[in-house]
């Protein structure tokens, strides 16, 4: 995606510091600890016997950092993830690539990552849906499901040896994808959740969060039934005037489809240039805001309405911490110095993530 920079003027600057500098307050404090950059000290204790992993060193009998990130903890186990670095894939991640090279017996792909991924033909459904050993009849037949520059969406699925990430695509949801845009953002503001595929009705969209920073946004389409598609008769395959009709249809996008898809697409790339994490419960309110502004879509990507969704995070997350303190004040008046250690739910990425 090419980079999109942002025109401000002096007021809108003004605007947009003060929102992002609200949201970096409001942030949690056990957040930000968790946040280092080079040479910061990683607190632990000694006596557990911490096993020191990527991007930590042990210095003067400090365990510090060696890159700029996130600390994550695994049982005894202490790394910095880092921000800004390519997308490392993990076993089960859902992520959107595309095919490079159609080998022998295998798909690469590429996943925004330091190399590419290999799909097998064994780990395709084939077009039948038939559960069956593959033959040298689908091999040679491989074109006709993957070609070069298809996207597809896939699982990750295990890693070989020699470092080479496999992928499978045997569910109906995974497969090749068509009438949509495909978006590339920054890889950690896509946050692994239990549901990555999205069908937005009200918008008609398709709408897939890849876990590599690739974003499918298309149209949603409704798979044919097989039991329908054998009852055609024989003197309705034979017609090619109706069976051009069919198809023209089949492949034809209705303008308003088009126009929410691009909405869609639009609010995903704002999103990424403010650095906020990229949910479809902000996208969908992205999408609310501009049309209740009666923004059109090449609008949404102006300065003025990237201020505007950033003060409305921020005043968003104002109103979510108020109603904490009123909850916990409720609860238990003397307790409200262990406020700072519940998560205020603000959508942005940490003050490391914008600015690292």
């Not at 946050?191 to 398709?206: S, T």
């Amino acid at each position: 995606m090419r980079e999109i920079e942002l025109s401000l003027n002096q007021t809108q600057k003004i605007r947009l510091q003060r929102a992002l500098e609200n949201l970096q307050c409001l942030s949690s404090k056990s957040a930000a600890n968790a946040s280092v950059t080079v040479a910061d000290t990683i607190p632990v204790n000694n006596e557990d016997n911490i096993l020191k992993g990527h991007g930590t060193l042990e210095l003067d009998g400090e365990v510090v950092a060696t890159v700029c990130g996130v600390v994550d903890r695994v049982d005894k186990l202490v790394i910095v993830r880092s921000l800004r670095s390519r997308y490392k894939p993990d076993t089960g991640d859902i992520i959107v690539g595309r095919v490079v090279e159609v080998a022998q017996k295998r798909w690469r792909v590429e996943i925004h990552s330091n190399q590419d991924a290999v799909l097998m033909l064994s780990s395709v459904t084939l077009p039948d849906g038939i559960q069956r050993r593959r033959t040298a009849v689908d091999e040679l037949n491989m074109r006709n499901i993957f070609v070069e520059n298809d996207v597809i969406s896939a699982e990750v699925r295990n890693s070989q040896h020699d470092g080479t990430w496999q992928l499978h695509a045997r569910s109906d949801k995974y497969g090749k994808l068509e009438r949509g845009q495909l978006i590339t953002v920054p890889s950690y503001l896509v946050k692994r959740c239990k549901q990555h595929f999205h069908q937005l009705d009200q918008y008609g969209a398709l709408l897939i969060l890849g876990c590599n920073g690739y974003v499918w946004v298309g149209e949603l389409t409704v798979a044919k039934d097989g039991m329908e598609v054998d009852d055609v008769n024989e003197s309705e395959k034979t017609n090619a005037n109706s069976i051009g009709e069919i198809n023209l249809e089949e492949n034809y996008t209705p303008l308003e489809t088009r126009q929410n898809v691009c909405r869609i697409a639009n609010a995903v790339r704002v999103l990424a240039v403010l650095g906020f994490n990229i949910t479809v419960e902000v996208i969908l309110e992205l999408c609310d805001l501009s049309t209740s502004l009666n923004l059109d879509i090449h609008d949404m990507l102006g300065a003025e309405f990237c201020v505007a969704v950033a003060e409305k995070e921020s005043s968003h997350a104002k109103s979510s911490e108020l109603l904490i303190a009123a909850i916990a004040s409720e609860l238990c008046p003397h307790s409200l110095h262990t406020l700072p250690a519940l998560a205020i739910p603000v959508k942005i990425a940490s003050s490391s993530e914008c600015s690292g």
